[in-house]
């Protein structure tokens, strides 16, 4: 009993821990299926090339939440 609580701890603690990419997949699947109530503007979209890299393009947008007025950027890309 005891080498099975030890073995089933020891698989728990081996996993990797998840990479950017992981996460970031993750985030994504769970804002699709829990959903977000917003209202916001697009203001522009820009495409960077940064040397070496593949290029990157982005969302640069304005939203209001309680009478707050934020403007923001996401890298959308993917």
């Not at 089933?8 to 990479?19: C, D, E, I, Q, V």
């Amino acid at each position: 009993m005891v080498v099975r609580r030890l073995l089933a701890a020891y698989l728990l603690l081996r996993r990797k821990p998840k990479g950017p990419d992981e996460i970031e997949r993750e985030r994504r699947a769970w804002l699709d299926r829990v959903g977000r109530i917003t209202d916001g503007t697009v203001i522009d979209v820009q495409q960077m090339n940064p040397e070496g890299r593949n290029p990157a393009t982005f969302l640069i947008f304005q939203y209001d939440v309680a009478g707050v007025s934020y403007e923001a950027s996401q890298d959308v890309t993917y």
